[in-house]
């Protein structure tokens, strides 16, 4: 067995009271408002499978309610027309609301999401505040570029805002999809609709709420909890929006691009899935190595986009990374998120957690060694106990195909030659990360992995000011930094004719 089990829901309890659940409803025009047809469905808490609440369903006419909202904000409204310090000040006044009301956030992430209470806490609603001041500081630097044309002709270009944006996040880090999203989409003076994922949608709507305290005027910001199939199609295809952003499966990916295309050829960004690699090589610190490895893996219960799920070793030191690596996944402990002495909380819902374990039944089938893990822990919720494999072959199930869990696929390598080439050797290209002491390695590897990313000798740091996206079946455009903010602009040029200049 591997990790620890702390998950009796008496013991929740005791951990941290949770308050009231504020706000169900839709988020349109800067009120709370009940669906068009009257539907809900229920918020899951994954530590047991239980209902939370019940929010409210959205579909195609709600989409096209909070689009018209959107379109009206963009096109009569003063926030595309205000100052970019202006801007700023609101969006700087939202992030110290944010941080006023983190231990709620926080709470909400965690049982809607099984996330770490302390790691909500501690870094995602803070990230999410440090991302709207990053972008309210950036709103009114926003420039063009004058143009020296030839034959007497002047010109310069502007950078506009894109209009109205759909933008459809995940589950894994509902916050901070959030916010990767619309903080550049508001600095660039954009209008938005949000479609939060269906099984967790609780904490978007209290950002929904202060933003109106923050004095987001009506129709800027618009939060629509559905389904993919309706709300989300409802996005893809609308003929008002001006660009979508989305963020989760390859899959969904497609169908998004297809739907935008077949409707008004909206641009659309992707930030899609990955088979991330991490390559350690023999000159590497081995209890570096090993926590790196574990932690690039099994952070946030392996549901994370860049998830280093394919670990490739160097023969020299594999047998000694592997015990070591035996030894941390046995102090792991799985239980309940609010438990401060829990490593790894639960899969986010049901459908996720038989994905993930179908998945480890196909690395038996097909000859994996199931080091450790492998089961579901406990008989209430979706915990599912840290998984190691060895002896993985390229060309199984589980070393090619994005799983979404704490399922690692561990496998040895002789030469650096050979490393790349078998890290290059998937359809995706998010991530990747390099363990080495070696500067001449470092140096070569990185610059040979297609991945939008690389980290050498780290895992998983993220920066507002760092930007990241995909190569290949990972998806285009790129979160983070000034490129996130160039997403949401467009560049218009513009062209006057000089009589009688003294030079050209």
Request: proline content about 4%; hydrophobic content about 40%.
């Amino acid at each position: 067995m591997a990790g620890e089990y702390n998950g009796s829901s008496e013991a929740s309890e005791s951990v941290f009271k949770f308050p009231p659940i504020k706000f169900t409803k839709l988020f349109i025009n800067g009120k709370f408002v009940d669906s068009v047809s009257g539907k809900t469905f229920e918020a899951i808490d994954p530590r047991t499978g239980e209902a939370i609440t019940r929010v409210s369903e959205g579909d195609k006419e709600d989409i096209d309610l909070a689009v018209k909202a959107a379109r009206q904000a963009f096109d009569h409204g003063p926030w595309p027309r205000m100052s970019g310090s202006e801007r700023g000040r609101i969006m700087m006044k939202f992030a110290d609301l944010i941080e006023e009301n983190v231990e709620e956030l926080a709470a909400l992430d965690a049982i809607n999401g099984g996330k770490l209470f302390s790691h909500c806490k501690a870094m995602d609603i803070p990230g999410a505040a440090r991302n709207l001041r990053y972008y309210a500081g950036v709103a009114d630097k926003i420039h063009g570029t004058v143009l020296k044309l030839s034959k007497g002709f002047q010109g310069y270009t502007l950078r506009e805002p894109i209009g109205v944006v759909g933008s459809i996040i995940p589950w894994n880090f509902p916050t901070v999809m959030f916010f990767m999203k619309a903080g550049p989409a508001l600095a660039a003076g954009c209008s938005m609709v949000v479609k939060p994922a269906e099984q967790t949608p609780l904490s978007a709507l209290y950002y929904a709420h202060l933003a109106k305290l923050a004095g987001l005027p009506d129709g800027v910001l618009n939060v629509v909890n559905g389904f993919g199939e309706t709300a989300g199609a409802a996005i893809s295809s609308h003929m008002d929006i001006d660009k979508v952003t989305f963020t989760g499966s390859t899959e969904v990916g497609r169908k998004i691009m297809t739907a935008a295309a077949a409707s008004n050829l909206k641009p659309v960004s992707l930030e899609l899935g990955g088979k991330s690699p991490l390559l350690i090589f023999e000159d590497a610190d081995i209890d570096q190595a090993v926590n790196i490895a574990f932690n690039a893996i099994f952070y946030n219960k392996g549901e994370i986009c860049v998830a280093s799920s394919r670990v490739y070793v160097q023969e020299g030191i594999y047998e000694f990374f592997v015990k070591k690596l035996v030894e941390k996944a046995n102090a792991w402990v799985i239980g309940d998120p609010f438990d401060s002495r829990v490593n790894q909380g639960p899969q986010t819902d049901k459908k996720q957690f038989e994905k993930i374990l179908s998945y480890i039944e196909h690395g038996k089938r097909e000859g994996a060694t199931l080091l450790t893990g492998g089961k579901r822990l406990g008989s209430k919720g979706f915990y599912i106990e840290p998984t190691i494999f060895t002896d993985v072959k390229e060309d199984m199930t589980i070393a090619k195909e994005e799983i979404f869990g704490p399922v690692m696929s561990l496998m040895k390598f002789k030469t650096m030659e050979e490393a790349i080439k078998r890290a290059n050797n998937t359809t995706y290209g998010l991530a990747a990360g390099v363990i080495t002491k070696n500067l001449n390695v470092a140096n070569t590897v990185s610059r040979s992995i297609r991945a939008g990313i690389i980290w050498l000798n780290c895992y998983t740091v993220f920066d507002v000011d760092c930007p990241y996206g995909g190569y290949k079946m990972s998806g285009f455009g790129r979160e983070f930094g000034l490129d996130a903010l160039n997403q949401y602009l467009q560049i218009k040029s513009i062209v006057t004719p000089i009589h009688d200049s003294p030079w050209h």
